[in-house]
DNA sequence: AGGAGAGTACGAACTAGTTAGTACATTTGC
DNA sequence: GCAAATGTACTAACTAGTTCGTACTCTCCT
């Protein structure tokens, strides 16, 4: 009846015929959409291309996924669960406040620099008004434990005399990330404007030391400043 | 031949036809694209939608604006032109260095938070890597001349003694805009995260008030710090 | 003064190509 | 043998852009 199928014993026989592997495919796809997507946003992704760059096909996208906005939302669940599992990697437990919140945040702008298809991801989901991340129970339970660490830093850094009181930990956590966020979201933008490339290494290795003594000297007591 | 065109001259007597208004046809389209593209981006806008919205049609969209792209340009120029503008009303001139610093962080604030529509088509074009900034020359001219407010402020606090040597009026523009520019983009997810409403008056006020503190303490030489 | 032309402004219907999603058949691993 | 996994071919709806035709406005000629 139809000829398409009879190489398939032989590709079967001839290279181990790669295994039936779920998982594997459902990772693959969703990596690959995570790329099209912090590329090209949601509406701009094609499912097409998606499929095309992956080892499998459309009609596994579907099979997995459902839809494109499933296939978007698992992108995103995704993403943040590997950024969140990166910042997990920081430990400043023993350090004295001062130092442990300089860390926190050289780690958080090196970590935002280092993950751009992460930062354009939410970018996205921003423009989207979070209502994805909304949708999405998984996504909220892993961050809300992102702020445990300033929470930390803060009240050793009350405690030791060197932190100013009447400061909320979730802002110093947002002021943290509007530095370090914006280092990564606007640098197209802000770049071609002025003129000056400010992903340079030398531009960038300033930002970063300008945005650790911007919170430190927010956060600590004004007669503790050198 | 055909009949679809019958209906034309009775139209054209029954109600007194519309003048012909170019400049206006075109604000109105501009307008209504602005809109559509900072709400759902490039591609997820629709050219059937915004023209839908507009007093015109389609075919004018096309007339004036010869694609989508053009379109967009367009809205994008319009945006960066009128929030330069409004920013052109700051005036700072005869204030202390450090009034002048902070009354020019409040009107960033203020003015990004009131400007959502501009944010979110900045956004959209650092989605797209700036490519249409790049394309137009009108908007790098509005722009290059932002700094210029601060420039002077740090010449003048470095002449009273005020502020600390050795900064870059570009850097602190930078410092500024992630401060004021992340408000407004990233509320959305940041809000839905942390499941506290950061756009609420109460949570404005506060940050607002920081980003000032942040600001002029990262500029301010230590010993002048209350 | 007024009418012929020309260029500009506008509208409705159409089209070619794209795109998310599906029906149906087949294979694979247990 | 059976359920989960996968491949192929298709479609219905959408979407950017176009075609063809009309109406308005200004000017310039006589």
Same mark, same amino acid.
């Given at each position: 009846m139809s000829t398409r199928l009879e190489p398939t014993k032989n590709r079967a026989r001839a290279a181990p015929t790669r295994a039936q592997d779920p998982e594997g495919t459902r990772q693959n796809i969703i990596e690959v959409a995570a790329q099209e997507f /912090?590329?090209?946003?949601? &509406? %701009? /992704?094609? $499912?097409?291309?998606? /499929? /095309?760059?992956?080892?499998s096909s459309k009609r596994m996208i579907y099979y997995y996924f459902g839809s494109k906005e499933g296939l978007y939302l698992s992108a995103l669940e995704n993403a943040y669960r590997q950024v969140r599992e990166g910042e997990a990697q920081l430990d400043v437990a023993g350090l004295p406040p001062l130092d442990a919140l300089k860390r926190l945040v050289e780690f958080t702008f090196d970590h935002h620099h280092q993950h751009e298809e992460f930062i354009r991801m939410v970018m996205i989901e921003n423009i989207h008004h979070g209502e994805f991340l909304e949708r999405s129970g998984v996504i909220r339970e892993l961050n809300v434990t992102a702020i445990g660490n300033i929470e930390a830093i803060y009240a050793k850094g009350l405690a030791d005399g060197v932190f100013r009181p009447g400061l909320d930990p979730l802002e110093i956590h947002w002021q943290i990330s509007a530095l370090c966020f914006f280092n990564v979201s606007n640098r197209a933008t802000f &770049?071609? $404007?002025?003129?000056?490339?400010? %992903? &340079?290494p030398a531009a960038q290795a300033s930002l970063r030391q300008q945005a650790v003594e911007m919170v430190l000297r927010f956060v600590t007591r004004p007669d503790q400043l050198p």
């Open positions: /912090a590329l090209n946003g949601l &509406s %701009g /992704a094609r $499912i097409d291309e998606i /499929a /095309a760059k992956t080892r &770049s071609k $404007i002025f003129g000056k490339d400010v %992903g &340079s």
